[in-house]
């Protein structure tokens, strides 16, 4: 199980994902903070309208549709991490974060993945490590690297 330790996404959602992966609803179960409605702070204009495009790139790239593709919460089993671990060089060494990573990582090892909505809810711990144009540049150039590898092989 993946929280980020800023509690942006309370710890009393995880049952909801530990149940997905226990019933077989999904193999690789990923957050989706873009449902509900966040808090006021939650969540800066320029960041939501990224995460909103890469949901849209990665609908588009691996052909599942993905509505937050950032969301820090993820749940999956040990031997699928190790996996996807194993194999984390194919789609480049990009990701400052490991979101992406998980999820083209789990898309090539053909998990079943869902999405689950959470509430995002104000920063409570520390502050934002994100960079918005240079990690959001790492970022695209990992989708770059990984569209060559499955849409223009």
């Known amino acids: ?12 959602d995880l049952p909801k994902f530990y149940n997905a992966i226990q019933q077989g609803t999904g193999e690789f179960i990923n957050g989706c903070r ?15 309208l990224a995460n ?10 691996i052909g599942q549709h ?3 593709t950032l969301c820090g919460t993820k749940v999956l089993f040990r031997r699928h991490y190790e996996q996807i671990a194993d194999n984390r060089g194919y789609f480049g060494n990009f990701d400052p974060f ?26 409570t711990y520390g502050s934002t490590q994100i960079k918005r144009f240079y990690h959001g540049m ?6 770059w690297f990984a569209a060559k590898k499955i849409k223009f092989h």
Not at 138 to 143: K, Q, S
């Open 66 to 68: 993905y509505k937050d």
């Open 138 to 143: 790492l970022l695209f150039r990992m989708c």
């Open 98 to 123: 490991g979101d992406f990573d998980l999820i083209f990582g789990a898309n090539k090892q053909n998990l079943k993945t869902v999405e689950i909505p959470v509430r995002y809810k104000e920063r």
């Open 34 to 48: 873009l449902v509900y409605p966040m808090e006021k702070e939650a969540m800066r204009f320029l960041n939501l």
């Open 1 to 12: 199980m993946i929280l980020d330790a800023d509690l942006t996404v309370p710890p009393e």
């Open 52 to 61: 909103k495009f890469f949901g849209v790139l990665f609908s588009w790239l």
